[in-house]
Nanobody, 125 residues
Framework: QVQLVESGGGSVQAGGSLTLSCTGY????????MGWFRQAPGMEREGVAA???????AYADSVKGRFTISKDNAKNTLYLQMNSLKPEDTAMYYC???????????????????WGQGTQVTVSS
């Protein structure tokens, strides 16, 4: 049974940094593509970043240059390093896993097979 467990959320001031982690259980990491999504209250879920099973990465325009996604296959853990945080980054952040490649569809939640429970990120001005 595949399970994703996120951690690392919290409250920070604008300009601060946080690193989110997502540890997966029940699958072989190097076969999996993974992504981070977020959802703010009253807003639709949006793709933040993704890392394909070949190591290629993709980012939403709103986080390019500030966020970095990475994956440690040996630890079955996905990371999202978030720098220069802004109040508009406040949201529940979810990791997701998909079998196979994501390609240009990385930001469509429907192609992911598994989801974590989410971790809250709050950025104050």
């Amino acid at each position: 049974q595949v399970q994703l467990v996120e951690s690392g959320g919290g409250s920070v001031q604008a300009g601060g940094s946080l690193t989110l982690s997502c540890t997966g259980y029940g699958y072989v990491s190097n076969h999996i593509s993974m992504g981070w999504f977020r959802q703010a209250p009253g807003m639709e879920r949006e793709g933040v970043a993704a890392i394909d099973n070949d190591g290629s990465t993709a980012y939403a325009d709103s986080v390019k240059g500030r966020f970095t996604i990475s994956k440690d296959n040996a630890k079955n853990t996905l990371y999202l390093q978030m720098n220069s945080l802004k109040p508009e980054d406040t949201a529940m952040y979810y990791c997701a896993a998909a079998y196979g490649r994501l390609g240009g569809s990385w930001s469509f939640g429907g192609i992911y097979n598994y989801w974590g429970q989410g971790t809250q990120v709050t950025v104050s001005s």
